[in-house]
């Protein structure tokens, strides 16, 4: 055999091997565990895999999913996070809303855990600490539950004739009692009154926005909250209907038609959870790996909803914006 022949044949074997050792080795899988539907999810999920892309990992040929979505019930997620605990997945991403992160930490002490919440997970006894968060789990915050006062604030200067306040709560996420006393403390100092309404299914809507008319609500404070975020169209909608100005937490909520929002850029967060998960997936430890804080918020004025409902934005309110929507 001549030598260039030979050296071919120990390359393509080499190649042949490479290629089926490749083959053989278990394609990695993520549980994607989230408290609200596959629809409302899906701008972080794009924001997610094109980090997780980025990375090395395109879904189906580097890597797989198990998707769980609770479509707003926060009662299913922890059978959910079983399930995808029982199938071995190798790691989990868990976000719309903090229950689908307890049910996660609840259900492993072993597999990685990647999550993205809007309250601070020291305080919430998900991890030890946001420099070192130590055991399985990482991620990142937008601390969005502790924005509420900023937003009564925005409101108040937007419809300063408004002296009773409304906040529409979901008693079933666990920040509600701090996004409850945050506005309550902050109520006193801008001169309103503050009544505080519960939902936690799309049917009390309806009801809820009758009460506000007939306790004289001048404006409503929508409170960050993953199912509220799913069901924006509807509760948009309904302040349209009863003429009622509105603070929301995403800038969507404001490009769809609601008056103001302020927040973090959601997108951000997913991002930062799918350049974890490809570090995690070569190597990386989860607890080793800082939580990622937020570094900047957007506030957003659609001026179209404003001049419905007869009302004149402050100049000094909208040279604040970071967008104004004409």
């Known amino acids: 055999m001549r030598r260039r022949d030979f050296i071919g044949l120990i390359g393509g074997t080499a190649a042949a091997w490479s290629f089926a050792a490749r083959a053989q080795r278990p394609m ?77 930490k609840a259900a492993t002490s072993s597999i990685p855990i990647v999550i993205v919440v809007g309250s601070d997970p020291v305080k919430e006894g998900l991890i030890q600490s946001l420099n070192r968060p130590g055991g399985n789990i990482t991620g990142a915050t937008v601390f969005s539950y502790q924005m509420e006062s900023k937003r009564l604030s925005l409101l108040h200067e937007a419809a300063p004739a408004a002296k009773t306040i409304a ?8 920040a509600a009692e701090l996004q409850l006393r945050d506005v309550r403390e902050a109520a006193p100092r801008i001169g309103v009154e503050v009544i505080t309404l519960n939902a936690n299914t799309e049917g009390e809507f309806e009801g809820i926005f009758e009460t506000m008319a007939q306790r004289r609500a001048g404006g409503l404070v929508v409170a960050a909250d993953p199912f509220f975020n799913s069901r924006r169209t509807h509760l948009i909608a309904l302040a349209e209907q009863y003429r009622l100005p509105a603070v929301y937490e995403w800038r969507q ?34 607890g080793d790996l800082p939580v990622v804080q937020p570094t900047s918020f957007q506030f957003v004025i659609n001026l179209k909803t404003a001049k419905a409902l007869g009302l004149e934005i402050p100049p000094t309110l909208s040279a604040r914006a970071d967008e104004v929507i004409e």
């Open 28 to 104: 990695p899988v993520i549980g994607w565990l989230f408290g609200v539907s596959a629809e409302a999810g899906q701008p972080t999920l794009a924001a997610f895999r094109k980090a997780l892309g980025d990375a090395g990992y395109v879904e189906g040929r580097d890597v797989q999913f198990e998707y769980r979505w609770a479509d707003g019930n926060y009662a299913l997620l922890p059978a959910m996070a079983a399930d995808l605990v029982a199938r071995s997945v190798t790691l989990i991403v868990t976000g719309g809303g903090e229950p689908a992160a307890f049910a996660a």
């Open 167 to 174: 906040v529409l709560l979901n008693p079933s996420n666990p």
């Open 253 to 286: 909520f404001a490009v769809d038609g609601g008056l103001m929002s302020y927040g973090t850029v959601l997108t951000d967060a997913y991002s930062q959870a799918g350049t974890y998960t490809g570090r995690i997936l070569k190597g990386e430890k989860p």
